[in-house]
């Protein structure tokens, strides 16, 4: 058998994935599973205007915290923990057993994502960008 690994800049790689992941997670798993995820996004207004937003990804029924993000003159008014809060009513009502989010370990992030009633449940040494990310997790059920 002759192996070559190469880059595709096509569509055949997702046609693959399309006819095979389902068989492949089903081995992987040990049980059937239909792939799903979905992105939802919550925005945060202060007096009319943007001032923050949060996005999670939910697969597998967990909900992965992609981004919370608020302008920085608004910080430490409740926006962030607001938005945290809105994904989490998102993910109970797709049934998510928990939310989970990578931040830089130690961090202000973490102080951030634990007063919100996350925990530490897995350190990554030097994960992104070669730095350790705790992995944090809030269960919802």
């Known amino acids: 058998m002759s192996l070559e ?11 693959f994935l399309g006819e095979h992941e ?9 049980f059937p599973v239909v792939p799903h995820e ?3 996004s919550v925005s945060a207004l202060a007096d009319g ?11 597998a029924s967990l ?13 430490r008014r409740g926006i ?12 109970r009502y797709y049934n998510c057993h928990k939310l989970t989010i990578e931040v830089p370990h130690r ?5 951030f994502f634990q007063a919100c009633g996350f925990h530490e449940e897995v350190v990554l040494p030097q994960h992104d960008f070669k730095i350790d990310m705790a992995v944090m997790r809030k269960f919802l059920l």
Do not use: K, P
């Open 107 to 111: 961090s202000a992030a973490q102080a």
């Open 80 to 91: 962030g923990r607001a938005l945290v809060d809105g994904l989490a009513e998102i993910a």
């Open 63 to 75: 909900g992965r915290i992609e981004a919370v993000v608020v302008e920085a003159a608004r910080r």
């Open 49 to 59: 205007v943007l001032a923050g937003v949060g996005r999670m990804r939910i697969s």
């Open 5 to 15: 690994i190469v880059r595709r800049q096509d569509e055949s790689a997702e046609r």
């Open 22 to 30: 389902r068989e492949a997670l089903r081995t992987f798993y040990g």
């Open 38 to 40: 979905q992105t939802h």
